[in-house]
Structures are given as C-alpha cells and as structure tokens.
C-alpha cells in the first residue's frame, strides 16, 4: 500500500501529505524500498510546502548512508530559508552526520556544516559555540534543539558537558508541575539522555554528584509521564556505574606540572623539589579552580492550617493543625507556611519565593553552616509567612555559594525584568535548587 501511494505524490493535496509523511514517521517504513526513498526524494524540493519538506527530510535521515540520499540532500540546502523548519531539520541531521560511524557521513556532515554554517566542526571551541547557539535559540525546532545536546554529549569536551548540566537545571526549573506534555519535558529527558551518554566524561571532569543530583530532579518532575521518566532513570544508572577517576586539574594544566616536576627533579633534591612542587600545584589548582562547586541544600516545608473559617474566594475551610508539605504539594489560600534547610556545606544562602503574581520576595540572605538547620516562618520584614488569595503555582528558590554573591540587589532587579526562567543566566556560579507548591 504504501508504496502505491508514495508513487502518487504530486497529485496530492499538502495536508494528506503531511498525515501520509506523519503516518511513516510513526509506524515506520522499509527504508530499504527505493520507490518509497524515491518518492520522499521528489519532495525536496523549493517549491514543496516547508512542513512536507521538512519530515521528508527527517524520513530520508534513515538511509543517509546512501550516496544518491546525500547528494539529493546536498542539492536541495542551497535552496532552503535559514529559517525555516526543512533547514532546521537538515541541521539536526548533520550534528548526528558528525558522530557517525561510516566515514562518508561523518565527512559528508563535517563539508556541508562548514559550508553552510561558516564553521569547522573539526574545531571544539567553533562546534561548541555552534552546538550553544541553537540549542539557546528557543525559536529553533524541538528536533534541532533535542539533536544539539546529542552532539555536545558526542563532543565530550569539558565545556559541552558543562552546557549540558547548565542547561538541564534552566529545564528543571521551567517544568510545570501538571502531566501535560510540553517543549521543555521533552527537551528535559532529552537532555537527561544525553547526559547519560556523556557519562564517562561528566565523571572524569568531576561532575558525577551534580549530575546525579540534577538528574534525580528532573526525575521527581517526570513520575508520571511514563518513558521519560524511564530515560532519566538510565542516565542516572549509567552515571552510578561510571566509573573513574576525578580531574585534578583542567587539562590544559597537566603539561604545566609535568614540567615543574622534570625541572625541579634534575635540578634539585627530591624533598626539596617535593616541596616545591606541591607548592606550586596548590597556586596552579588556585589559578584554575572548576567553575563551582555544586552545593546541596536539604529543604523542607510545613504548613499551618488555623481551625477557623474563611471567607476567602467565598468559600469555607476547615481542619486545623501543621502538616508536611512535599515538593509539587498543595497549600490553600490563607495557610501559614514556614521552610526550613540545610546545606551540605557551608555556604551563602539566598532565598526567594516566586509566586503566582510573578512577584520575587526574598525571604532570607545569610552564611548557613552545614551543622545547622534554619527555618524561615516571617518575611524579612517580620510578617508571618501566609498564602494570599490569589491561587497558581508558587515557587522557592534557594541559591547556594561558596562565596557572597557580588552586586546580588542589582542582578535581583535584572532577574525581576528578564523573567526567573533565566535565573542560571543571571547567577552562573551559584547552585540554585527549587521547590514548587501549589496554591489553591
């Protein structure tokens, strides 16, 4: 059936294309059968709608290791709109051409990126950038989006793993709490996918526990939404089961000691030269720190219910008393509520609370000690914590770091213009966790 089908293409109307291209994506199809690549090939074409083109495109990604595939493909780029959904497609099959095992591929990948894209991909810091910039765009196609993090966790360098952990917890904060299924869900356990295959590296740059840590959020979001939360699950095992040693130092800093070691070897006693040497290995550490330290706050909730009647939205509540209050919970209008945490080390604490009228109440701004807990329960102008009227999805955010953060007031103001999605952006060295309740 599908083959006669195929053959009938140009007759057509665009919508039963687009349901035909949907159905093959979905159910699968021979990508061996060369009447149904050469039907998907005769829609490359500019005159094609862009949605057609676009999953023809993505089908024909299937049998990429062909020769004829690849030059109807290369033929057909010079044509496409840089903004348009078939050039982003093609873009999301080239960052996978750059992994691929057969040499024709990846070097058919490597000449049309540095055609097209005005970049060498042979070289880290330009694929990086590459890989950033897209992913970033939140304009760009899911597929493009979701492709990049495959290709930073193929790139393995120090700094796409980073990208990946930065841009997981920017995700993580951004997750709605309903099963609904959104961009940022998918990108979520695409991204946690990625990780996973990235394991090895993130282990050996020293990011397993913040890995992890991230990861086991993003799990807690996805309980209920099935196969995601399943590829969280794999990532965060395959990452347990890494195993190897922490970096000591960046790599750029190895042949640095390596040749204070030989010079100071054969040029003075072996105590003395000891001593110097860990001397200087302490300054080179010093000189090139990570890029944080990942802190991690124990936080809590308990709220307050008063056995008393309200009138608030016309309505009466009843049953008094405290009770806990988990991550993704419910708290009614009029609750008290107070939070308590603690850190794992010491650390400059800031907490804020996002509520539902898109109002930052900063709500504590102190050194917290990881032999104590601390409970908020009163705003810093001392009014007791309590829900108002205005139901939604409340948000606390507390930000941890080894260090006091510099200019906080002022990047608090660029936070309160930008929007909190962009709070990673703001406090790029601070570990930043949340805690979400629902207001009803």
């Known amino acids: 059936m599908k083959p006669s089908i195929i053959n009938h293409f140009e007759n057509m109307p665009t919508q039963v294309k687009k349901a035909y291209l949907t159905h093959l994506c979905t159910d699968g199809y021979d990508s061996d059968d060369q009447r149904i690549r050469t039907g998907l090939t005769s829609l490359l074409t500019d005159k094609e709608d862009d949605d057609v083109r676009a999953i023809a495109i993505q089908l024909l990604g299937a049998s990429v290791d062909e020769n004829d595939i690849r030059e109807s493909l290369k033929a057909l780029l010079p044509t496409l709109p840089k903004n348009s959904i078939s050039y982003d497609v093609m873009k999301s099959l080239l960052i996978t051409a750059l992994s691929d095992e057969i040499e024709d591929v990846r070097a058919w990948g490597i000449e049309i990126i540095r055609a097209y894209e005005k970049i060498n991909p042979d070289n880290n810091t330009e694929l990086f950038d590459f890989l950033a910039r897209n992913l970033d765009n939140e304009n760009a196609a899911l597929h493009l989006r979701w492709h990049c993090t495959l290709g930073l966790a193929q790139s393995g360098t120090r700094q796409a793993a980073d990208k990946l952990l930065v841009f997981g917890k920017k995700l993580l904060l951004t997750l709605p709490d309903s099963d609904e299924h959104t961009p940022d869900k998918f990108l979520a356990e695409k991204t946690a996918y990625s990780i996973g295959l990235a394991s090895e590296k993130i282990c050996e740059y020293g990011k397993k526990q913040e890995a992890i840590l991230m990861l086991e959020r993003i799990a807690k979001r996805l309980a209920s939404e099935g196969n995601d939360a399943r590829t969280v699950s794999w990532a965060i095992g395959r990452i347990n089961e890494t195993r190897c040693a922490p970096v000591i130092a960046a790599p750029a800093v190895v042949p640095i000691l390596e040749s204070i070691r030989r010079f100071f070897t054969q040029t003075f006693s072996f105590k003395f030269a000891g001593a110097i040497a860990a001397v200087c290995l302490v300054l080179i550490v010093a000189?090139?720190?990570?890029?944080?330290?990942?802190?991690?706050?124990?936080?809590?909730?308990?709220?307050?219910?008063?056995?008393?009647?309200?009138?608030?939205?016309?309505?009466?509540?009843?049953?008094?008393?405290?009770?806990?209050?988990?991550?993704?919970g419910i708290l009614k209008s009029g609750d008290y509520f107070n939070i308590s945490f603690k850190p794992d080390k010491d650390a400059y604490i800031r907490v804020l609370l996002y509520d539902t009228s898109k109002e930052i109440t900063e709500l504590f701004s102190d050194k917290a000690y990881s032999d104590k807990n601390i409970l908020i329960s009163t705003t810093k102008q001392g009014e007791k914590l309590q829900l108002d009227d205005?139901?939604?999805?409340?948000?606390?955010?507390?930000?941890?770091?080894?260090?006091?953060?510099?200019?906080?007031?002022?990047?608090?103001?660029?936070?309160?213009?930008?929007?909190?999605?962009?709070?990673?952006?703001v406090f790029p060295n601070t570990s930043i966790q949340t805690f979400r309740f629902r207001h009803e």
């Not at 720190?289 to 009843?318: C, H, L, Q, W, Y």
């Not at 948000?395 to 002022?410: M, Q």
């Open 390 to 425: 205005v139901p939604g999805t409340e948000t606390v955010y507390i930000l941890a770091s080894k260090n006091p953060i510099e200019n906080f007031d002022k990047k608090l103001g660029e936070l309160r213009k930008i929007g909190m999605d962009k709070i990673q952006q």
């Open 287 to 328: 000189r090139f720190p990570d890029r944080f330290d990942e802190i991690v706050v124990k936080v809590s909730m308990r709220g307050i219910r008063e056995n008393a009647t309200s009138t608030m939205r016309g309505s009466s509540r009843s049953g008094s008393g405290e009770f806990d209050v988990t991550d993704g």
